[in-house]
């Protein structure tokens, strides 16, 4: 578990990748800080995720695409609830600057 | 349940009083928007929570004092943990800019 001393230090960002930053977990739920830099998910890709999971984003834009094909595009300080098996993918994230998610899961 | 558009916008701010806002609740957990304008916990209060909490602060700061007389400051951008019955109180908080708190409850 890596822990991070500020929620908008960039510093860990990376131009290939995204990051994934765990920065609480129980039993219970999961809080992550993850860093975009224009990463998408693949095309066809999609997350079926177990949890429920709210997510905020701190700095930047992140857009979040349904399987309907409509699409939620967050600008900073925007949340959206994805409940547990909503099949989602991410359609487009802002590089400069950086987009910085926010994401609280937990089991249901 | 009063929604937001943006968990920055300080709008609803009031200088009298602390501004707590549900974001999202149900059977398992809580996020709330915590607005304060220089508000403190009243001498000798403590809250003693069933939930265990994690909290940041996205504008401003906010200081928590611990039973034991410590303290954790936490500028904007940083978080602290608080597990179930760990009595704690608000020391102080930013009037200019407003402290914007960012909290997640569940249960244990």
Redesign the interface.
């Given at each position: 578990m890596k822990k991070n001393?500020?929620?908008?230090?960039p510093s860990s960002a990376s131009l290939s990748e995204e990051v994934t930053e765990t920065?609480?977990v129980?039993e219970?739920?999961r809080?992550e800080r993850i860093i975009s830099t224009g990463q998408a998910s693949p095309e066809g890709f999609w997350y079926d995720q177990k949890e429920?999971e709210?997510v905020?984003v701190?700095e930047g834009q992140g857009a979040i695409q349904w399987e309907d094909g409509s699409t939620k595009v967050l600008?900073?300080?925007?949340?959206v609830?994805i409940p547990a098996h909503v099949r989602h993918r991410v359609l487009s994230t802002s590089a400069t600057p950086p987009c910085i998610w926010?994401a609280?899961f937990?089991?249901?």
């Open positions: 001393a500020n929620l908008y230090d920065l609480y129980d219970w739920v809080i429920n709210w905020c701190l600008d900073r300080g925007e949340w609830l926010l609280f937990w089991k249901c």
